[in-house]
């Protein structure tokens, strides 16, 4: 797996923890709080393809189009142009709708992919999945169908999931654990407090048949779009939200007092 | 006294006819010139009835009702899927062309006081 060509997010830092960027034909799930930076990554992903003439297709539940192409361009990325160009298409559908047209033959997102040559998706949110079924084991049959029938179509997927905490661990829902199993990918965003500042964390919890970088790195989102920095050094628990100095922690443990 | 048919006439006169065309062929209500702009900004949607209509902030029996209507004046397409009844903007280009002709004169106050005239008449 190893030799696979990767498809590049084109996101500074982000390639090097993927080894290179996703596998091919992957679903690549990337979960944070509102804000954190879920969508930006996705659209920056999606820009960076139709750079490489790799067209894609955002599909959209409940967010208007209109809000990727002003959000696109503040980063300077001109969206409405490469829809011109054939480069992009931003659907706005439901699940329910986009699911039974994916079973569909010949269905229109099918048919969408084939006329584009779309070798990239973002499906921005998954979270409305959660809404189709109670029963946590349909829900997962769902997504298992749903998602293969979009890898079945060549396509390299970036899945955003919202998390309702803005600090340390916050998943929940129907969603939690299949979606967590059935991506090949997973990627954390979080809000870290360091001395009452608020800055963003990113970690690649895991990468199906691949080796990555699973150091919690700090990342910023600036006017070219998302850059991941360095990693955190010497403090730990990142990831609850509010970290501590090892040193500190360290006394904790072993220190008599 | 001029009679109001008379009045709407000479407003509409001085209109585009290509324009004049799509608002006499489209546009009979408010809730269908909602729709015009709903698909001309979000050209991609393919969606119910139902969800279009809260998309719309309108109710959905109002705006299902002017859906069969565009489809069945030929701006929109219509598709079974599953058991449900999907809305799409139709591929055409020179569709898609006269409604952005029209989304970009709506721009303009007087032509929508036009409209209006029209959609009162009508």
Redesign the interface.
Known sequence: MQNVKRVATGIPGLDAMLNGGFLPRTANLVEGAPGTGKSTLGMQYIYEGARRDEPGIILTF?E???QYYRDAEAFGWDFRALERQNKL??????P???K??L??VE???QN?IAEMGAQRMLIDSITHFEGLHQDPVKLRKLMYGYLNALKRQDLTLILTRESTHLFGEGLEGQLDASIQFLADTYIMLRYVEIESTVQRAIVVLKMRGSAHDSTIRQFEINAQGLKVLQAFEGQEGVLSGSPKRMSESFMKAFVRR | MMRREDLTARVMRDMDPELFDFVTTYVDSFIKWDLLRFFYENPHTMDTGENIARYAGRTAEDVQAELQDLTRRGLLIEMPVENMRVYMLKADPEIRARLQRFAEATQDREFRRKVIYHMVRH
């Open positions: 409940e208007f189009p209109e298409k931003i659907i706005m559908s439901s329910e709708v986009t039974a047209d079973e569909n269905g229109t997102i969408l």
